[in-house]
């Protein structure tokens, strides 16, 4: 009798432990899934942070939306003129701009 009884409780034991793995199995997939959804949305913000960032996207925001230009030689105002450069201010920014 007692060994029914064993046989019987460790049976039940298996398919309980079977269940409790499966579910864990089943929350893994979905992590597994919700992880890559994740990347792809960190890749897509990466890309987007880049083209921003670049130089010509902050020229073209400077130039259009806020109605920036480069400066002339004329409107640079020099403390000495040791600090002038000797080309176009303008030029020397954007030559180290676009290196």
Do not use: W
């Not at 079977?18 to 890559?36: D, F, Q, V």
């Not at 890309?47 to 400077?62: D, F, G, L, R, W």
């Not at 105002?77 to 030559?95: L, Q």
């Amino acid at each position: 009798m007692f060994l029914i009884f064993f046989v019987g409780f460790v049976c039940i034991a298996m398919v309980v432990m079977s269940a409790l793995a499966a579910e864990i199995r089943h929350e893994n997939n979905l992590l597994i899934n919700e992880n890559e959804e994740l990347s792809g949305e960190v890749e897509t913000i990466s890309v987007k942070i880049k083209s921003v960032n670049s130089v010509e996207h902050i020229e073209k925001v400077a130039k259009n939306e806020l109605g920036m230009v480069y400066p002339e030689s004329s409107q640079c105002v020099r403390i000495t003129d040791k600090d002038a450069p000797k080309e176009n201010f303008a030029a020397v920014i954007r030559k180290q701009a676009y290196k």
